[in-house]
């Protein structure tokens, strides 16, 4: 059965780097497009990243362009999210999700399938 | 940005009710609008996409509809299981946005 779980959060002080993957089974990896999202605590769903079934191509919302990077490697299976320069407000349980398309960018594409999301504290 | 707003932010509500959440976008985005289910602690979960398609395995109990700007989601008998949170998405572009959320209690 397809499975999406990730790994990485913890607590960091502000301005410090971390990085999150995504781990997955169950499809063939290389054949979808992959996103994150994340949700503050007690908030909704902000979503943060896409990147392309074959990584060339991604996209940011502006609360993280400049600062978070999305990539993954195919042949492990993988998804990653490199977040630089981590303020409080990126405080969240962040979600890998598997987009049905294979573009990052294709219209009418939904997360059929969510990581149960890895939480990331920044606090001094 | 396109902009996702959802009424009413939460609702009270009995086993056996039909319930009717709206979401509303901030410009035409055709039929390309998904609903999602949240409980506490948990990850969403997909019901609905392009507007009215059920998602494999969803009960046909939830049912979408809409196109343009106005959408709703509907279910049509409560359940115990459907108390959660419900949020509306537009794949319509980039940044993909939510709605805030709408939460079902008792």
């Known amino acids: 059965q397809v499975q999406l779980v990730e790994s990485g959060g913890g607590v960091v002080q502000p301005g410090r780097s971390l990085r999150l993957s995504c781990s997955v089974s169950g499809f063939t990896f290389s054949n979808f497009a992959m996103h994150w999202v994340r949700q503050a605590p007690g908030k909704g769903l902000e979503w943060v990243a896409v990147i392309s079934y074959d990584g060339i191509h991604n996209y940011y919302a502006d609360s993280v362009k400049g600062r978070f990077t999305i990539s993954r490697d195919n042949s492990k299976n993988t998804l990653y999210l490199q977040m630089n320069s981590l303020r409080a407000e990126d405080t969240a349980v962040f979600f890998c999700?598997?987009?049905?398309?294979?573009?990052?960018?294709?219209?009418?594409?939904?997360?059929?399938?969510w990581g149960q999301g890895t939480l990331v504290t920044v606090s001094s | 940005d396109i902009q996702m707003t959802q009424s009413p932010s939460s609702l009270s509500s009995s086993v056996g009710d039909r319930v009717t959440i709206t979401c509303r976008a901030s410009q035409s985005i055709s039929s390309y609008l998904n609903w999602y289910q949240q409980k506490p602690g948990k990850a969403p979960k997909l019901l609905i996409y392009?507007?009215?398609s059920l998602q494999s395995g969803v009960p046909s109990r939830f049912s979408g509809s809409g196109s343009g700007t106005d959408f709703t989601l509907t279910i049509s008998s409560l359940q115990p299981e459907d108390f959660a949170t419900y949020f509306c998405?537009?794949?319509?572009?980039?940044?993909?946005?939510f709605g805030q959320g709408t939460k079902v209690e008792l």
């Open positions: 999700a598997r987009d049905h398309d294979i573009a990052a960018a294709g219209i009418g594409g939904y997360f059929d399938f």
């Open positions: 998405q537009q794949s319509y572009t980039i940044p993909r946005t």
């Open positions: 392009a507007a009215s």
